[in-house]
């Protein structure tokens, strides 16, 4: 058999080796904690689950959705007016996704030809550059360092590389790093996208994990966004929409209209009980989102505390539901402390190299746990040793 040559770009890598270690740990009967892959295991609230399960025992729901319906459109113009103050056109400025992933995976392909620039954050989300690799693009990864707090420094990218880019993908506030970005920067942002002709793609997932009473809004509430690029935004982590697969794409008409014609030749829409969880989760009671953010701020209290006390100094992050911290010092690559971490503590961890380049050093921690769980992983890392620096060899 022959296979595409774009699949050589991509591998199993250091998730797969993860996911082996925690099954048979698991076998053994062994301690796991896994802090890894940020899947939320905070379930939604009654109230989206009762329109959901109504909506699937239907039986007419079980035909292809094709389009968006309009009141899910009418439920995402008015949550966007009501949360961000931005204004949206039901019929040209919304697009349903299926999940953030699907969409960022396929919205290169609307966008860019064979051979194309794209900027990339770096570190980034995987899909911010697996999605412009299966278009065939070239990646210009743009650092986010901590001495600039994890903030693109937009002047550095070269002016022959900003003029021949189509794309840019940035996600503030961000994962890996949680940092969250000024005003000022999407000023920038804007500024930069219309001097060079560059289409913007804001993942804006994190908007609601926001912490110590500090609050996140929208790439398109600023001046002229919609004129150079698009916003995604998730259900996934704020309501607890995971497994459902829930996302938007909005802003720009000609962008959402191009990803919409891809998508009407690729699937066949969004479930229709999925909508209505979407519709309900959207328009309904808040108080869930403030309840949730709430619980993800104590885990990250616990674990930021946690791990101080036994000797691992992690700065507390502005948002998000990830840690993003540097490994100790006695460990030269990420890889080699995350294995360290499963096989000696049985805490499961992601490396930062995992994320690019810049991502070597660092390690990300998913606030996916309750907190008595959490609690174990610091007592089973104290315990395992990993966090003191090795006795020197002596002859």
């Known amino acids: 058999m022959q296979f595409a040559k774009r699949m050589n770009q991509f591998g199993e890598g250091?998730?797969?080796?993860?996911?082996?270690?925690?099954?048979?740990?698991?076998?053994?009967?062994?301690?796991?904690?896994?802090?890894?892959?940020?899947?939320?295991?905070?379930?939604?609230?009654?109230?989206?689950?009762?329109?959901?399960?109504?909506?699937?025992?239907?039986?007419?729901?079980?035909?292809?959705?094709?389009?968006?319906?309009?009141?899910?459109?009418?439920?995402?113009?008015?949550?966007?007016?009501?949360?961000?103050?931005?204004?949206?056109?039901p019929k040209t400025e919304i697009c349903s996704l299926l999940g953030s992933q699907e969409g960022l995976a396929h919205i290169s392909l609307t966008i860019i030809d064979e051979g194309d620039t794209v900027l990339v954050p770096d570190p980034c989300y995987p899909v911010f550059a697996d999605g412009p690799l299966l278009a065939g693009g070239q990646l210009y990864y743009m650092p986010q360092k901590k001495e600039n707090d994890y903030i693109i420094q937009l002047e550095d990218i070269p002016e022959e590389v900003a003029e021949k880019a189509k794309l840019i993908l940035v996600s503030y506030p961000n994962n890996p790093t949680t940092a969250m970005a000024p005003d000022s920067f999407y000023r920038e942002l804007i500024e930069?996208?219309?001097?060079?002709?560059?289409?913007?793609?804001?993942?804006?997932?994190?908007?609601?994990?926001?912490?110590?009473?500090?609050?996140?809004?929208?790439?398109?509430?600023?001046?002229?966004?919609?004129?150079v690029g698009v916003e995604f935004n998730s259900l996934s982590k704020t309501y607890g929409l995971a497994g459902a697969r829930i996302g938007f794409c909005v802003g720009n008409s000609e962008v959402v209209a191009r990803l919409k014609m891809l998508k009407s030749n690729i699937d066949y829409g969004m479930y229709l009980p999925f909508q209505k969880a979407a519709i309900a989760a959207i328009t309904g009671s808040q108080e869930c989102v403030e309840e949730t953010k709430k619980a993800y701020e104590k885990r990250?209290?616990?674990?930021?505390?946690?791990?101080?006390?036994?000797?691992?100094?992690?700065?507390k992050p502005e948002a998000t539901m990830f840690i993003w911290t540097r490994i100790p010092y006695h460990y030269e690559k990420s890889e080699d402390f995350a294995m360290d971490m499963i096989k000696k503590a049985g805490v499961i961890v992601t490396p930062g190299s995992a994320f690019g380049p810049s991502g070597e050093g660092y390690v990300r921690l998913a606030l996916v746990q309750d907190e008595d769980a959490l609690k174990k992983a610091i007592q089973a890392v104290h315990k395992s040793g990993i966090l003191n620096q090795p006795m020197p060899l002596t002859t």
Request: include cysteine.
């Open 14 to 89: 250091i998730f797969t080796k993860l996911l082996d270690i925690k099954r048979k740990r698991l076998e053994n009967g062994e301690l796991v904690i896994d802090l890894s892959i940020g899947t939320p295991n905070i379930p939604p609230a009654k109230h989206i689950i009762e329109a959901l399960c109504t909506s699937a025992a239907d039986e007419n729901n079980y035909i292809y959705a094709i389009n968006d319906q309009d009141s899910l459109l009418e439920a995402v113009k008015s949550w966007y007016k009501k949360r961000y103050d931005v204004e949206l056109d």
């Open 192 to 227: 930069f996208a219309r001097k060079h002709n560059i289409i913007v793609i804001h993942d804006n997932a994190y908007s609601e994990l926001v912490y110590d009473e500090r609050r996140a809004g929208s790439f398109l509430a600023f001046p002229g966004a919609k004129e």
């Open 300 to 315: 990250r209290d616990i674990l930021c505390m946690g791990f101080k006390k036994i000797g691992w100094e992690i700065d």
